[in-house]
């Protein structure tokens, strides 16, 4: 079993659809979640940043982190088609060196 | 502010010839400093990461080598390059004491 599981997708949605990413852990020493954006033949982009549980958010971006689940989501709200890339999830362990990630969605937004 | 780079940006090699990439990062110290590897519509694959100058953990014991020579550098290297070496080669840094982990642009590898 995988450290993170995320679900490859495509995800094709039309613009201005709510998007939904998932993810889920099976280590509870994870502690601090993070979500990339990647664009084709890009560098991971850091979108987020949360520690522990809780919800964050940022403009059309929030994150949600359910610890007892071991569960964390994206949600992108009014979705444009400059959204369209991968969403990579990752989560590392307080003092840790090492972080984890997912494989990554692949999110289509349709014009 | 905090930058990093990494070059080149593309690289055409030959099977069996060697390689060197390059990442450095400006505007922070004590970093800790990553490299991945991306093959086509795939996972990150840690390779090698640095706590400190001239500390080096490998991840995949392959044909690849790191090393360390000052502070905010980090150089991937191979005597000789296999065709299995092609991908997306990306160097990361963590600042010091915090968690999070910021990219650079990549190096995309071809070996022929």
């Known amino acids: 079993q995988k450290e993170v599981e995320q679900d490859p997708g495509p995800l094709s949605v039309p613009e201005g659809a709510i998007v939904s990413l998932n993810c889920t852990y099976s280590n509870s020493a994870f502690q601090y979640f993070m979500w990339y954006r990647q664009y084709s033949r890009k560098g991971p982009e850091l979108l987020m940043y949360?520690?522990?549980?809780g919800n964050k958010e940022d403009g059309r971006f929030t994150a949600q982190v359910d610890k007892s689940s071991k569960y964390i989501s994206l949600f992108i709200r009014d979705s444009q088609p400059s959204d369209s890339a991968t969403y990579l999830c990752a989560m590392r362990k307080a003092g840790g060196f090492k972080t984890i990630f997912g494989a990554g969605t692949r999110l289509f937004v349709k014009a | 502010s905090q930058t990093i780079h990494q070059w080149p940006a593309t690289l055409v090699q030959p099977v069996g010839s060697p390689l060197s990439l390059e990442c450095t990062v400006e505007?922070?110290?004590?970093?800790?400093l990553y490299w991945y590897r991306q093959a086509a519509g795939r996972g990150l694959q840690l390779l090698f990461y640095s706590v400190g100058i001239g500390q080096i953990s490998s991840e995949v014991p392959q044909n690849l080598s790191a090393s360390r020579p000052q502070d905010r550098q980090f150089i991937l290297s191979s005597k000789k390059l296999l065709l299995s070496d092609s991908g997306f080669y990306l160097c990361?840094?963590?600042?010091?004491?915090?968690?999070?982990?910021?990219f650079g642009p990549g190096t995309r590898l071809l070996v022929l």
């Open positions: 949360t520690y522990s549980s």
């Open positions: 990361a840094w963590t600042p010091a004491l915090e968690e999070t982990q910021y």
């Open positions: 505007g922070t110290s004590n970093p800790n």
